[in-house]
């Protein structure tokens, strides 16, 4: 006998009725709509109608044909989904052979692949530490990387963005044995590099391990191999990189690289490899197809960068100099006249509404930016963030050019 139908139950607060268990996402949602953080979802076209000057596919790589074509191999081999964990049924040659390749190509001596780059991310920090250790973290780390910290059960040092003295004072005082510190080759939000060689020097002086974070420096820094390679760091004994494939590379999953006894450690103890489902073959053939190109086309990562100097540019014009990176490189102790040294051009505004309303005169321009406000960066720094890609156009710069100057330069007056 079928049960009796029963109409979905409402949780919110309904008219004359008591509260029910999500009535606080109403106050909530009041809160961020009165603060200008409301968020909602925007499915882009297949075929893009606006210059992209928003996405992380610094190298232009995500529509490459030789990248569609690896995957679409793959898929045909291997079929659509890993089927379960690398522990179980999901590891496959092709796995294997990316690994091999991406770690020869940056110089590390192994590569282990994750889902993403947060699970990668989550993986080597929690269990490269864990309790009785001290993590060391930067201010402005990944969300990534403070997720990790937060599950690594290790006692977490939170220091100010670049600080050395800070980092060096955390290490010093510490009691525990192990001591790891974490930070980003390249802070997504500004595009700012850390102080990647003189933390290692600090870690040393410690006996602490490096974790970098190079999702935003490979493809970029060293020639596409990432900073660590750039400063000559590259298989050093004592440090980690991990990467994602969703940026440079344009496909998606993330990857640690580092000694062999690592990828041997975190194959026993990183929770997001054990238990998760493999990334997809189709996943892994694109980002071979993409380290392919990379590999034959050198020009892209310079590409990158001076694309990046020309956006730079064009947001210094018309008075907008105040509000571009430069509030972001003061405080990383920088000029603020410096060239971007990296994909990202960061235009703080400061008012989460200024930004928005500016991101959005953008796209009705015809360009896509990125608009990111708190708890992404900081209060009062509500921002612009433009990426390079090393496909962009002289009709395309142009175009930028055109747009930007005349939002930028409204957007100047518009501030509270």
């Known amino acids: 006998m079928n049960a009796p139908s029963q109409a979905p139950i409402d949780t919110c607060t309904r008219a004359g009725s008591a509260p029910t268990a999500l009535a606080w996402l109403e106050a909530v949602e009041l809160e961020r709509r009165q603060a200008g953080l409301r968020r909602?979802?925007?499915?882009?076209?297949?075929?893009?109608?606006?210059?992209?000057?928003?996405s992380n596919d610094y190298l232009g790589l995500s529509q490459h044909p030789d990248v569609i074509e690896r995957g679409v191999q793959a898929l045909r081999v291997w079929g659509a989904g890993s089927t379960g964990s690398r522990l179980v049924t999901g590891d496959t040659e092709l796995h294997q052979q990316f690994e091999s390749e991406l770690a020869e190509y940056v110089g590390a001596a192994s590569g282990l692949l994750f889902s993403s780059g947060y699970t990668a991310n989550l993986g080597a920090v929690a269990?490269?530490?864990?309790?009785?250790?001290?993590?060391?973290?930067?201010?402005?780390?990944?969300?990534?990387?403070?997720?990790?910290?937060?599950?690594?059960?290790?006692?977490?040092?939170?220091?100010?963005?670049?600080?050395?003295?800070?980092?060096d004072t955390a290490l010093g005082s510490r009691d525990e044995e192990r001591a790891v510190v974490v930070t980003d080759s390249v802070f997504s939000a500004d595009?700012?590099?850390?102080?990647?060689?003189?933390?290692?020097?600090?870690?040393?002086?410690?006996?602490?391990?490096?974790?970098?974070?190079?999702?935003?420096?490979?493809?970029?820094?060293?020639?596409?191999?990432?900073?660590?390679?750039?400063?000559?760091?590259?298989?050093?004994?004592?440090?980690?990189?991990?990467?994602?494939?969703?940026?440079?590379?344009?496909?998606?999953?993330?990857?640690?690289?580092?000694?062999?006894?690592?990828?041997?450690?975190?194959?026993?103890?990183?929770?997001p490899f054990i238990f998760d489902t493999a990334l997809a073959p189709a996943a892994v053939g694109a980002a071979l197809g993409a380290l392919g190109v990379l590999k034959a086309e050198p020009w892209r990562p310079d590409a990158v960068l001076r694309h990046a100097r020309e956006l730079d540019q064009i947001c210094r014009a018309r008075g907008n100099d105040a509000g571009r990176g430069a509030a972001?490189?003061?405080?990383?102790?920088?000029?603020?006249?410096?060239?971007?040294?990296s994909a990202v051009v960061s235009v703080i505004l400061g008012d989460p509404e200024v930004a928005l309303a500016a991101a959005m005169a953008c796209l009705d321009a015809g360009v896509k930016v990125g608009c990111f406000r708190p708890p992404a960066v900081p209060a009062g720094t509500s921002r612009l963030r433009l990426t390079a890609r090393a496909s962009l156009d002289s009709e395309d710069l142009e175009l930028a050019r055109r747009v930007l100057t005349d939002v930028l330069g409204r957007a100047a007056g518009a501030r509270p």
């Open 40 to 54: 909602s979802l925007r499915p882009r076209s297949a075929v893009a109608t606006e210059l992209d000057l928003a």
């Open 191 to 271: 595009g700012v590099l850390a102080p990647v060689r003189e933390l290692l020097d600090v870690c040393r002086r410690h006996r602490a391990l490096l974790i970098v974070d190079e999702a935003h420096g490979l493809g970029v820094r060293g020639g596409g191999r990432g900073l660590l390679h750039e400063l000559g760091l590259a298989g050093a004994p004592d440090v980690v990189m991990t990467t994602t494939l969703s940026k440079a590379l344009g496909s998606q999953g993330g990857v640690v690289l580092g000694p062999s006894a690592v990828r041997a450690h975190l194959i026993d103890a990183a929770r």
């Open 127 to 167: 269990g490269l530490t864990g309790p009785g250790s001290l993590l060391v973290s930067d201010a402005y780390s990944h969300a990534s990387l403070v997720d990790a910290c937060r599950l690594s059960r290790a006692r977490v040092v939170v220091t100010p963005h670049r600080d050395l003295d800070a980092v």
């Open 328 to 341: 972001g490189r003061g405080a990383a102790g920088q000029c603020g006249i410096c060239p971007p040294e």
